[in-house]
């Protein structure tokens, strides 16, 4: 139940689509084209230049888009990415249920101010967890899911409880961090002993019905409503609201106002202003039933009268049943649409109106009425009336903070001075700030602030964003974010889960922040977003077909639905192992899933049911699409993905050379027959096989010495191979691969026996279309001996390809490549340069491996990866035509390290990762291995504890840290084990 897990910024997750994992690690950020620099502020105080902790977050970061209409499972990786805050171990640990959206801020800065923060989810792989900003990067030390399946209520809290105390520090207070963990929240806190609203009137703070009843039976004004389960009890409300001397319903011209919505939701998720009856019918049962956009399922609906007014938001943190005013925003809500009530945005106002504080005043007594006696509070209250004469009515009231994906946080820094987040950490740890406050009422508002909500006024395929260019030369213009891209199909603005992005604007002058606004929407028609096809549904997209999504396999899925096309995952092996993982990793389901079955003895009848399958995509989400292209994922799914691509007529390899690609023995045999070196070897079976190859690298050896290596004739990475010296070592090597599982689940036939290539190893990426073939990277490996294995990997270098001994490997790969007739698509190739030139090792016709950690400095030093270029060579020929035949000249050094460990017991801790993250050339930190979890020596890529990525313009630089990483190894600085 407990894991170390932090969110951070991926491109993929905008998909809705998880990357699969063969071991917990994040998946590599993979992009479609370089970054495009927008000039971003380094500080949000344009005249102090102060990179304040969470402004600087906030500007560094691409708002993550939440969709309640893709279900998303809890993220179990576990990945050190970036510099994190330093944590003062001696101060204890803060609890955040539900960090999302506002929440992910709240953490961060519960870690900024020194404390272990510790998640909690309220629902077991909760459909909400991945709402956070992307890019803020939140390290968790541990994670901890509340069972809600669990029919015994009592018991799961219970279990939940012997959690959190077996964590082995103090949790020194529980706070929500989104509106679904409120209850949760309470209900922790009140048993832990530390601050709390209790859980006595905890169903008040969430149920909305609840909450105005409360509201209400303490004599302050609430609004008229019901909450209703049919629609009988809908008409039965309705009768209540019909105008004085009106008794039908249905009677034309009768003027019925009400407000429908679920109960426990958030934003302006399915609300709706209804005039009819019909219409009241009609909305409740949208609603009634339906999941909502916090991924709850709605019981019934809520009716209310409408309140006829001005919406005003009201935050206020509370500490001891003392309430202290942070924020008053005004809501600008439109009809805009065909909906009532869109978000265009809000506005920051002042504290000082008699307005403003009849309002405060009214807050306080609902916060009183709830209980709400700790934390904080996140307030709707409507102004009815006229400013004179008018009075506040609670719409409803979060007692969290204010939400918005906190995109309004680094607006109220600059206006008011504090936030309401970071007054809430204040409250539940030392109290300072909050007791520095004098007068609760008020704050000072210094300048004028604007959150403004963008609008989508069409539905069509995102071509461009030429409004950013004027928006960015407003005069209040602070930041901006996108939450959709180009190639994304995006709908019509109708709530705050469906807005295109959103502006940040701060001005001396009130109406200069007001101008500035109303252009943004003027642009919204015509100038905001350019949609290279506007239709009101998504239009027929192609399918890509990926046969063994896992290690690289998983990203190139990935990034295939990054670029708009739909994904169908096929597993070779049925009931496999891998398909389980699969399950386990994804965010959202892809349109289909497929498991061939290959324990059919009659592979034909089985590929054509697998076909079948594929073709008429039965049961698939969102119904059928063209497939356009199907790839092997991983090296167990090469022979399965050539068969089925050549069936169905896509772009492949063909089938009648399948078996030179898989076999490393055929392999090799092909090589040597098209006139290129090649390894001397056998295809042993038998212990008589391998004495018979021994006596021939003796006798090549004139009698002297001899060296084999032995490895399964089908597998990946360095899974079980050995380099013998002798004739016993050979014998031990094949026995314990003959008859043996490999690492991809497959049982060796035999050992493969090969001479010893002396020199240095290299790999060489490449991406073929139609026989015209092109290197995207080349990559130095690093194997040493270590821990009693003689192939163990250390890391791999990126090389240019100018170099003359580069230029010869290349040349080489090319005829290699045409060897084995892989005329589409990808392929990994590792060579050895000995001294009488390159020879082949193997080649695989699919991606680099290793889960695709390298991608990130691939992506950095060359421009692009091979990932990119694969489904450019299926997808997008011109893209594809546009890159070099080889990356002849590389932007910056980049290199892959692998950790070796050397020790054996229990991990239980990692105090070396603190200097790695610090290094100059850091990019990534991958951890397969977690404190708490066994640690192995490492003998290949499957037993390594992590992986560092590291790039840097100075090769000194690059290397000297290089060498550290090793050097920590050495020390046992890096890691400690029990």
């Known amino acids: 139940m407990l894991s170390g897990n932090k969110f951070s910024s991926l491109d993929v997750l905008n998909e809705g689509f998880k990357p699969l994992k063969r071991m917990p690690t994040e998946p590599t950020t993979l992009t479609s084209s370089r970054p495009m620099s927008h000039g971003h502020r380094a500080s949000f105080n344009a005249h102090t230049g102060e990179k304040e902790h969470i402004q600087f977050l906030w500007e560094n970061s691409a708002w993550g888009r939440m969709e309640r209409s893709k279900g998303k499972v809890l993220d179990k990786a576990n990945t050190f990415v970036g510099p994190s805050p330093k944590v003062d171990s001696d101060k204890g640990a803060i609890a955040v249920v539900d960090p999302f959206s506002t929440g992910a801020h709240l953490a961060a800065q519960v870690a900024a101010a020194g404390y272990r923060v510790v998640k909690i989810l309220s629902i077991w792989d909760s459909p909400v967890a991945a709402l956070v900003e992307e890019g803020l990067v939140v390290e968790y030390c541990a994670t901890l899911q509340f069972n809600d399946l669990n029919p015994n209520h009592e018991a799961a809290l219970s279990e939940m409880m012997d959690s959190i105390k077996a964590l082995p520090f103090e949790v020194l207070a529980v706070i929500p961090g989104a509106e679904t963990g409120v209850e949760l929240a309470d209900q922790l806190s009140h048993r832990l002993g530390v601050r709390s609203n209790g859980e006595e009137g905890s169903m008040a703070r969430r149920n909305k019905y609840l909450m105005g009843e409360k509201v209400r039976e303490a004599g302050v004004r609430a609004v008229k409503q019901r909450l209703c389960r049919s629609l009988d009890e809908v008409r039965s409300f309705l009768q209540t609201l019909l105008p004085e001397g009106s008794t039908d319903l249905y009677a034309e011209g009768t003027c019925l106002k009400c407000v429908v919505k679920p109960v426990q939701s958030a934003g302006s998720d399915d609300v709706f202003l209804c005039n009819t009856a019909e219409e009241a019918e009609v909305a409740f049962t949208r609603i009634s039933g339906k999941r909502n956009g916090l991924g709850l399922i709605n019981d019934g609906a809520l009716v209310q009268e409408f309140l006829s007014g001005k919406e005003y938001v009201i935050d206020k943190v509370s500490m001891d049943g003392v309430h202290k005013l942070v924020a008053i925003w005004q809501y600008d809500k439109r009809v805009c649409n065909g909906h009532n009530f869109v978000y265009f945005g ?51 009231v979060g007692s969290r903070c204010h939400g918005g994906e906190g995109t ?8 008011v001075g504090f936030t309401q987040v970071s007054l809430t950490v204040d ?31 069409h539905s069509g395929i995102v071509r461009g964003f ?12 602070r930041n901006m974010h996108w939450e959709c891209k180009v190639g994304d199909f995006i709908s019509k603005t109708v709530d705050c889960f469906t807005r295109p992005g959103c502006v940040q604007l701060v001005n001396e002058s009130e109406e200069q922040a007001d101008r500035d606004l109303e252009a943004i929407h003027d642009w919204e028609e015509l100038r905001m977003i350019d949609y290279s096809l506007i239709c009101p549904n998504p239009p027929t997209v192609g399918a890509v077909v990926i046969v063994d999504p896992f290690s690289t396999g998983a990203n190139l899925a990935a990034m295939a639905a990054s670029m708009g096309y739909r994904i169908i995952l096929v597993f070779s092996e049925i009931d496999s192992p891998v398909a389980a993982l699969v399950a386990e990793g994804t965010n959202l389901k892809p349109m289909l899933l497929v498991q061939h079955n290959s324990k059919d003895r009659d592979q034909d009848r089985a590929i054509k049911e697998t076909l079948a399958a594929i073709d008429s995509q039965e049961g698939a989400i969102g119904g059928k699409s063209p497939v356009l292209a199907i790839l092997p994922g991983a090296e167990t799914g090469v022979e399965l ?33 098209a006139g290129l070196r090649a390894v001397t070897q056998a295809l042993c079976r038998s212990e008589e096989d391998v004495r018979l190859f021994w006596a021939s690298l003796v006798a090549a050896a004139g009698g002297g010495e001899a060296k084999c290596v032995v490895k399964p004739n089908e597998s990946a990475g ?54 015209v073939y092109k290197v995207t990277a080349v990559w130095e490996y690093d194997k040493r001996s270590a821990n009693g294995a003689n192939f163990v990997y250390f890391g791999m270098r990126l090389r240019s390809a100018c170099g003359e001994r580069e230029r010869a490997l290349v040349a080489y790969a090319e005829q290699v490549i045409q060897a084995l007739h ?11 340069m000995t001294s009488t030139g390159p020879c082949l090792v193997e080649v695989g016709s699919r991606c680099h491996g290793g889960e695709a950690s390298w991608a990130v400095v691939a992506e950095e030093c060359v421009g692009y990866t091979q990932i990119e270029a694969t489904l450019n060579c299926y997808l997008r020929p011109d893209r594809f035509d546009a890159l070099p035949p080889a990356p002849e ?29 610090s290094m100059a050339s850091f990019r990534r930190l991958g951890m397969l291995t977690q404190v708490g979890s066994p640690m192995v020596p490492t003998v290949d890529c499957f037993t390594r504890p992590g992986s560092v990525e590291l790039v840097n313009a100075l090769p000194a630089d690059l290397e000297a840290d290089c060498a550290r990483i090793r050097q920590m190894e050495l020390s046992e600085e890096l890691f400690v084990v029990k």
Not at 468 to 476: D, N, T
């Open 822 to 832: 892989i005329v589409q698509g990808a392929s990994h190739m590792e060579v050895i």
């Open 408 to 415: 309004w946080i680094p607006v109220a820094q600059e206006c």
């Open 718 to 771: 360095t899974d079980s191979v050995y380099l013998c010296q002798s004739l016993v070592e050979t014998l031990t090597a094949f026995n314990s691969i003959h008859g043996q599982f490999n690492g991809l689940g497959q049982i060796n036939d035999g050992a493969l026996c090969q001479e010893y290539l002396l020199g240095t190893e290299f790999v060489i990426d490449g991406v073929s279309r139609d026989g």
């Open 641 to 673: 993905a050539e068969k089925l691509a050549t069936r169905y007529g896509t772009r492949g390899n063909g089938e009648m050379y399948t078996h030179l690609r898989r076999s490393k023995f055929s392999m090799q045999n092909a090589v040597r027959d």
């Open 346 to 396: 809000m506005k920051l106002v002042s504290s000082d109106s008699p307005m403003a504080q009849a309002m405060v005043a009214y807050s306080s007594e609902v916060l009183d009425a709830l209980g709400i006696v700790h934390g904080p509070s996140h307030m709707e209250v409507m102004w009815c009336g006229d400013h004179a004469k008018g009075y506040p009515c609670l719409v409803e």
């Open 466 to 477: 030429p409004g950013e260019a004027l928006i960015r030369s407003l005069p209040s213009f």
């Open 889 to 917: 000249t590389l932007l910056k050094q980049g290199a892959e390290v692998f950790m070796v460990s050397r020790q054996r017991g229990i991990l239980t801790a990692t105090p070396g990762l603190a200097e790695i993250r």
């Open 427 to 457: 409250v539940y740890t030392t109290g300072e700030k909050f007791k520095q406050i004098k007068d609760g009422n008020r704050y000072p508002l210094t300048k004028a602030g604007r959150d403004v909500d963008m609008v989508s006024r």
